[in-house]
Every structure is written in C-alpha cells, then in structure tokens.
C-alpha cells in the first residue's frame, strides 16, 4: 500500500514542506505502508484550462506537467493531505491541481495535517466537501497545527501531542485504504 504525502502548498518561503518531511520522518519507522512526499510545487501543474473535463480525459491531460501530476497520484493508493489554510479556506494552486485530474483520486482515502492561524481546521472542512466530489473518505483524526505556537523563527517544532494525533490519524488512515483494496 502506497501513501501520498501531498505537499499543498507552492508559496514562496512555504511552511508546507517542512510540515511534509515532519510527517515523512515520523512514519519512517512503519512497515505497514509505503510513504512517499508528493510536492505539488514540483509539479508544475498549469491553471485547469482545458475544454475536456479531467474525468472525460482519459488520463491524457494537455500538459507535461498535469500528465507527470497524474502519474504521482495514480501510483498512491491513499493520502495525507498537508495543507495550509489561506483566507479561511484552501490554498489556490492546491484546490486547482485537485481539479486538474479525475480518475486517478476516485474512492481513496485521504487524512489531513493542517497548518495556519487558526490551525487550518478551516480549510480542512472545505476539503472534506472537495472530497466527496471523487467519492474519498476522510479520516477522522486530523493534524492541525497553529502557526503561532509550532512556528518560529528556528522553524517548525510541533507540539509533543501532535505525534499521537498523526499516529491517530495513520492508523484511521491506513485501516480504510486496506479494506478498500481488498
């Protein structure tokens, strides 16, 4: 089983990745799934233009950078979503490079680590109606960390108990995409 760390934010002096390689390390120990970081700012992932829907597409997407997109996330069959919340909601580029594809999120699992003022619950609840639109299922256990009290100057430090909230959330996370592949 292959998991998706999905770096969702593309901005500048982001906070996304650090957020992502916290995640990744902490299931290093694991045995039970493969992880792997998927950067959406590696992607290059073009503005949703196209007058074919994704889910029409076929898997044959306009651009290079929306077709290697698509094989990423093909290849997983569950995701963390890292996500920061902008404005109170989800990140642009994110909610865009969701949109750009079709088939390859149908019936998968996702759980979220958030980060932003309010600890991104905000956006996390957008994204639980994004979802649903693919037919995913969302985990329960959630990551939300507070920019104000994880972040500084020296970087991310989470709080202790975020360690049990993603364990928490693995293992919601990793029940489901088993019993959905079987």
Same mark, same amino acid.
């Given at each position: 089983?292959?998991?998706?760390i999905?770096?969702?934010?593309?901005?500048?002096?982001r906070r996304?990745r650090?957020?992502g390689?916290w995640?990744k390390?902490?299931?290093?120990?694991?045995d039970?799934a493969?992880f792997?970081?998927?950067?959406?700012?590696?992607?290059?992932?073009p503005?949703?233009t196209?007058a074919?829907?994704? $889910?029409?597409?076929?898997?044959?997407?306009?651009?290079e950078?929306?077709?290697?997109w $698509?094989a990423?996330?093909?290849a997983?069959d569950?995701f963390?979503?890292?996500t920061? =919340?902008?404005?109170h909601?989800?990140?642009?580029?994110?909610?865009? +490079?969701?949109?750009?594809l079709?088939?390859?999120w149908?019936?998968k699992?996702?759980?979220?680590?958030?980060y932003? +003022?309010?600890?991104?619950v905000?956006a996390?609840e957008q994204?639980?109606?994004?979802?649903?639109n693919?037919?995913m299922?969302d985990?329960?256990g959630?990551? +939300?960390?507070?920019t104000?009290a =994880?972040?500084?100057?020296?970087g991310f430090?989470p709080? =202790?108990?975020?360690t049990?909230?993603?364990?928490?959330?693995?293992?919601?996370l990793l029940?489901?995409? +088993?019993r959905s592949?079987s």
């Amino acid at each position: 089983m292959k998991i998706g760390i999905v770096v969702g934010s593309i901005r500048e002096g982001r906070r996304g990745r650090m957020v992502g390689d916290w995640v990744k390390a902490q299931v290093a120990g694991r045995d039970d799934a493969e992880f792997e970081i998927v950067d959406l700012k590696e992607y290059d992932v073009p503005l949703l233009t196209a007058a074919t829907l994704p $889910s029409q597409a076929n898997r044959q997407y306009d651009s290079e950078g929306a077709r290697r997109w $698509s094989a990423a996330i093909d290849a997983c069959d569950g995701f963390i979503f890292v996500t920061p =919340e902008y404005n109170h909601g989800v990140p642009g580029a994110f909610k865009n +490079a969701i949109d750009t594809l079709g088939p390859e999120w149908l019936g998968k699992k996702v759980g979220f680590v958030s980060y932003g +003022a309010d600890a991104g619950v905000r956006a996390v609840e957008q994204w639980r109606q994004i979802v649903v639109n693919f037919q995913m299922v969302d985990v329960r256990g959630q990551v +939300a960390l507070s920019t104000f009290a =994880e972040f500084g100057d020296e970087g991310f430090t989470p709080l =202790e108990r975020r360690t049990v909230d993603l364990g928490n959330l693995l293992d919601q996370l990793l029940a489901a995409t +088993a019993r959905s592949m079987s």
